[in-house]
């Protein structure tokens, strides 16, 4: 006998006012724009965090080189007591989170780390995604898969779910808050204009668009 299925869709329980989404269009981080858009990128997240200056603050980078270029921005313009904490690799993803984790200014430049982290309350009070997560075209299967029939919609679909799941990060309660900012102008461009009817009605209630004046 074939199993019966059905769709069922129920809103998030975490208020909207407790895990804003701001949405900053600084710059388009495609990898030919590397050079305009980094710098850009580094003062972005250089006023994110002198306007949370005793936070813990997650930002996802996406690649392990913009990590590095914003690690030795950061750490020569922050004028606040935020300790930047970023890791190379695999080898030592733990024990950059467990610093981030211990010092209450810690600011953590992640690659990596869209899913499979836990950081309730203080650990995590903003979170900054500066590039949309598209699928790395360079793998492969993602190359095969975004050829085949339906590839390029399935390609979106990755790309949202791992969207979602970046801001939820620092928002693991009812009782918590976490803000997030989205920098990349791919988000509005590509994703927002295009896309808006793939995102969870639940995360886009959260979005502020807006009345939004530029972070630089």
């Known amino acids: ?17 407790s895990r804003p989404i701001y949405i900053y269009p600084t710059a388009s981080m495609s990898h030919r724009n590397k050079e305009q858009a980094y710098p850009l990128m580094a003062t972005a997240v250089q006023s994110i965090l002198q306007r949370h200056p005793n936070d813990r603050i ?5 690649s392990y080189d913009l990590t590095r270029y914003l690690d030795d921005r950061l750490r020569q313009s922050d004028p606040g007591d935020h300790l930047i904490v970023s890791y190379t690799g ?9 610093t981030y984790t211990g010092n209450p200014g810690g600011v953590l430049l992640a690659p990596s780390l869209d899913r499979g982290l ?5 650990d995590c009070r903003v979170i900054v995604v500066c590039k949309v997560p598209y699928p790395n075209l360079g793998d492969k299967q993602v190359n095969a898969r975004i050829h085949s029939k339906g590839g390029e919609l399935w390609y979106i679909v990755q790309t ?9 990060r620092g928002m693991r309660s009812e009782s918590d808050y976490c803000a997030s900012y989205i920098l990349d ?14 995102l969870p009605s639940w995360w886009k209630e959260a979005l502020i668009t807006q009345g939004l004046g530029k972070l630089i």
């Open 185 to 198: 102008t791919q988000f509005i461009n590509s994703i927002y204009r295009k896309y808006r009817h793939l």
């Open 160 to 168: 949202i779910r791992s969207l979602v799941q970046m801001t939820g």
């Open 1 to 17: 006998m074939p199993y019966k299925t059905a769709l069922v869709k129920v809103p998030s329980t975490f208020p909207p006012s």
């Open 90 to 98: 695999p080898s030592d993803r733990d024990y950059a989170i467990r």
């Open 58 to 62: 997650l930002v996802h980078t996406v």
């Open 118 to 122: 836990d950081l309730p309350d203080d």
